[in-house]
Nanobody
Framework: DVQLQASGGGLVQAGGSLRLSCAAS????????IGWFRQAPGKDREGVSC????????YYADSVKGRFTISSDNATNTVYLQMNSLKPEDTAVYYC?????????????????WGQGTQVTVSS
């Protein structure tokens, strides 16, 4: 069975940091781009960041560039999202996602597999 197990969410003050993890299994990791979407209450789900498992290319939403860093450990099929300088507007449920076309990995309709979400709350 395909699994994308997200973890690492929590409550943090503005300016703080969190690291999310996504452990993937049940599919060929190197064939996919793995990344994160988020959905805040009353808002649409949006792509945050993703990384190509084959060549390491990374993609970021403009709203997180310079603050978030995505990385991949291909030995353990795990993707990490280091989130620094967090803002209250980063508050959302963060979902891990897998997609086979890296250049489209921040576009929801092109996602092949979705994981469960992890809550990130940033207090002001």
């Amino acid at each position: 069975d395909v699994q994308l197990q997200a973890s690492g969410g929590g409550l943090v003050q503005a300016g703080g940091s969190l690291r999310l993890s996504c452990a993937a299994s049940g599919f060929t990791f190197d064939d996919f781009a793995i990344g994160w979407f988020r959905q805040a209450p009353g808002k649409d789900r949006e792509g945050v960041s993703c990384i190509s498992s084959s060549d390491g290319s990374t993609y970021y939403a403009d709203s997180v560039k310079g603050r978030f860093t995505i990385s991949s450990d291909n030995a353990t099929n795990t993707v990490y999202l280091q989130m620094n300088s967090l803002k209250p507007e980063d508050t959302a449920v963060y979902y891990c996602a897998a997609n086979q076309i890296a250049t489209l990995c921040l576009i929801g309709p092109f996602i092949t597999y979705w994981g469960q979400g992890t809550q990130v709350t940033v207090s002001s």
